[in-house]
């Protein structure tokens, strides 16, 4: 299983940017892509999620509203388009999967992939 996140970098607050997870190795059926993310001295957690079959989401309340998950079937990846980003924004982002239902916690995901750094600058 490979889950590889792309897309991270220096961003000024107010601005977007679009993370991706290529992913591969394993069957997306009933498949669930979340992304996760850890700020310095912080625990990693949880920001959105993507049923692969159906396109559901979820979001944390953090987010919600400004960031916008998707997925592209025919390259298997998931997109996490972020905007009005904020200094809080700021954080490592790890995108990880799982089967089965739609879960939060980051133990709760099997596999996952290296991060993505995001710094917002004011």
């Known amino acids: 299983v490979q889950l590889q996140a792309s897309g991270g970098g220096l961003v000024q607050a107010g601005g977007s940017l679009r993370l991706s997870c290529r992913a591969s190795?394993?069957?997306?059926?009933?498949?669930?892509i979340g992304w996760f993310r850890q700020a310095p001295g912080k625990e990693r957690e949880f920001v959105a999620f993507?049923?692969?079959?159906?396109?559901?989401?979820g979001y944390a309340d953090s987010v919600k509203d400004r960031f916008v998950i998707s997925r592209d079937i025919g390259e298997s990846t998931v997109h996490l388009r972020m905007g009005s980003l904020s200094l809080e924004d700021t954080a490592v982002y790890f995108c990880?999967?799982?089967?089965?239902?739609?879960?939060?916690?980051?133990?709760?995901?099997?596999?996952w992939g290296r991060g993505t750094e995001v710094t917002v600058s004011s």
């Open positions: 990880a999967a799982r089967g089965g239902w739609p879960k939060l916690e980051r133990d709760e995901y099997n596999f």
């Open positions: 993507i049923m692969w079959n159906d396109g559901d989401t």
């Open positions: 190795g394993f069957s997306f059926d009933n498949a669930i």
